[in-house]
Protein backbone atom coordinates (compact mmCIF):
# COMPACT_ATOMS: atom_id res chain seq x y z
CA UNK A 1 0.00 0.00 0.00
CA UNK A 2 2.75 2.31 1.13
CA UNK A 3 4.55 2.06 -2.88
CA UNK A 4 0.66 2.74 -3.69
CA UNK A 5 0.84 6.26 -2.26
CA UNK A 6 4.40 6.81 -3.18
CA UNK A 7 3.32 6.31 -6.86
CA UNK A 8 0.20 8.11 -6.69
CA UNK A 9 2.35 11.46 -4.78
CA UNK A 10 5.35 11.21 -6.87
CA UNK A 11 4.25 13.83 -9.47
CA UNK A 12 3.25 16.16 -7.07
CA UNK A 13 6.70 15.52 -5.02
CA UNK A 14 8.34 15.88 -7.62
CA UNK A 15 6.21 19.57 -8.41
CA UNK A 16 6.73 21.03 -4.94
CA UNK A 17 10.57 19.65 -5.38
CA UNK A 18 10.63 21.91 -7.85
CA UNK A 19 8.81 25.15 -6.54
CA UNK A 20 10.92 24.88 -3.62
CA UNK A 21 14.27 24.96 -5.24
CA UNK A 22 13.15 27.80 -7.50
CA UNK A 23 11.41 29.32 -3.64
CA UNK A 24 15.04 29.22 -2.70
CA UNK A 25 16.99 30.65 -6.03
CA UNK A 26 14.15 33.55 -5.87
CA UNK A 27 14.91 34.28 -2.47
CA UNK A 28 18.47 34.57 -2.95
CA UNK A 29 17.92 37.06 -6.23
CA UNK A 30 15.93 39.08 -3.89
CA UNK A 31 18.83 39.19 -1.26
CA UNK A 32 21.13 40.44 -3.99
CA UNK A 33 18.98 42.63 -5.10
CA UNK A 34 17.85 44.52 -2.02
CA UNK A 35 21.55 44.46 -0.86
CA UNK A 36 22.25 46.23 -4.49
CA UNK A 37 20.00 48.95 -4.20
CA UNK A 38 20.68 49.88 -0.60
CA UNK A 39 24.87 49.51 -1.90
CA UNK A 40 24.52 52.08 -4.58
CA UNK A 41 22.15 54.14 -2.50
CA UNK A 42 24.83 54.62 0.65
CA UNK A 43 27.62 54.73 -2.04
CA UNK A 44 25.10 57.86 -2.81
CA UNK A 45 24.85 59.27 0.27
CA UNK A 46 28.12 58.79 1.45
CA UNK A 47 28.53 62.84 1.90
CA UNK A 48 25.05 63.10 3.68
CA UNK A 49 26.24 60.51 6.19
CA UNK A 50 29.68 62.22 6.35
CA UNK A 51 28.11 65.28 6.92
CA UNK A 52 25.29 64.05 9.75
CA UNK A 53 28.95 62.19 11.28
CA UNK A 54 30.22 65.26 11.26
CA UNK A 55 27.09 67.28 13.03
CA UNK A 56 27.19 65.30 15.96
CA UNK A 57 24.87 61.92 14.31
CA UNK A 58 26.00 59.03 16.28
CA UNK A 59 26.86 55.98 14.38
CA UNK A 60 24.04 54.05 15.99
CA UNK A 61 21.53 56.85 14.41
CA UNK A 62 23.42 56.20 10.83
CA UNK A 63 22.59 52.31 10.89
CA UNK A 64 18.95 52.76 11.93
CA UNK A 65 18.61 54.95 9.21
CA UNK A 66 19.70 52.78 6.59
CA UNK A 67 18.18 49.94 8.14
CA UNK A 68 14.84 51.32 8.22
CA UNK A 69 15.11 52.72 3.95
CA UNK A 70 15.77 49.44 3.92
CA UNK A 71 13.19 47.63 5.72
CA UNK A 72 10.22 50.23 3.95
CA UNK A 73 11.68 48.49 0.44
CA UNK A 74 10.85 45.40 1.57
CA UNK A 75 7.47 46.04 3.38
CA UNK A 76 6.30 47.53 -0.13
CA UNK A 77 7.82 44.40 -1.89
CA UNK A 78 5.92 42.41 0.95
CA UNK A 79 2.64 44.34 0.26
CA UNK A 80 2.88 43.89 -3.46
CA UNK A 81 4.00 40.22 -2.97
CA UNK A 82 1.27 39.27 -0.88
CA UNK A 83 -1.31 40.96 -2.48
CA UNK A 84 -0.02 38.23 -5.34
CA UNK A 85 0.48 35.26 -3.49
CA UNK A 86 -2.97 36.28 -2.35
CA UNK A 87 -4.50 36.43 -5.94
CA UNK A 88 -2.50 34.15 -7.42
CA UNK A 89 -3.27 31.28 -4.63
CA UNK A 90 -6.45 29.81 -6.00
CA UNK A 91 -4.48 28.48 -9.32
CA UNK A 92 -1.75 26.63 -6.94
CA UNK A 93 -4.29 25.03 -4.79
CA UNK A 94 -4.54 21.48 -6.35
CA UNK A 95 -0.80 20.96 -5.70
CA UNK A 96 -1.10 22.04 -2.27
CA UNK A 97 -0.90 18.94 0.39
CA UNK A 98 -2.35 20.32 3.77
CA UNK A 99 -2.57 23.90 3.67
CA UNK A 100 -5.03 26.23 2.31
CA UNK A 101 -3.88 28.44 -0.45
CA UNK A 102 -4.62 31.90 1.77
CA UNK A 103 -3.39 30.16 4.57
CA UNK A 104 -2.66 33.16 7.15
CA UNK A 105 -0.56 31.51 8.75
CA UNK A 106 1.98 30.08 5.97
CA UNK A 107 1.87 33.74 4.62
CA UNK A 108 2.97 35.11 7.96
CA UNK A 109 5.42 33.37 8.13
CA UNK A 110 6.57 34.04 4.25
CA UNK A 111 6.41 37.72 5.08
CA UNK A 112 8.57 37.05 8.32
CA UNK A 113 11.55 35.16 5.84
CA UNK A 114 11.14 38.25 3.31
CA UNK A 115 11.23 40.96 5.75
CA UNK A 116 14.53 39.16 7.59
CA UNK A 117 16.23 38.64 4.58
CA UNK A 118 15.80 42.22 3.43
CA UNK A 119 16.89 43.70 6.57
CA UNK A 120 20.00 40.73 6.85
CA UNK A 121 20.57 41.82 3.48
CA UNK A 122 20.81 45.60 4.53
CA UNK A 123 23.34 45.29 7.29
CA UNK A 124 26.42 45.38 5.33
CA UNK A 125 25.69 48.74 2.97
CA UNK A 126 24.51 49.92 6.79
CA UNK A 127 27.23 49.39 8.75
CA UNK A 128 29.66 50.56 6.06
CA UNK A 129 27.36 53.84 6.57
CA UNK A 130 27.98 54.23 9.93
CA UNK A 131 31.63 53.82 9.61
CA UNK A 132 32.15 56.62 7.34
CA UNK A 133 34.77 59.19 8.43
CA UNK A 134 33.39 62.51 8.45
CA UNK A 135 36.64 64.02 6.80
CA UNK A 136 37.23 61.35 4.14
CA UNK A 137 33.37 61.57 2.92
CA UNK A 138 32.95 65.55 2.89
CA UNK A 139 36.86 65.66 1.05
CA UNK A 140 35.31 63.21 -1.84
CA UNK A 141 33.70 64.11 -5.06
Same mark, same amino acid.
Given at each position: ?12 ? *? ?7 ? #? ?12 ? *? ?59 ? %? ?10 ? %? ?6 ? #?????? *? ?17
Amino acid at each position: MDEIVDLSTAQRR *VALTVFAFF #SAIALLLAMGGVYG *VMSGAVTERMREFGLRAALGANPSGILRLVLRDGLSLALVGLAIGGAGAVLLGRYLGSLLY %AVEPRDPVTLGL %AGVVVVST #SLLACV *VPARRAARVDPMTALRSD
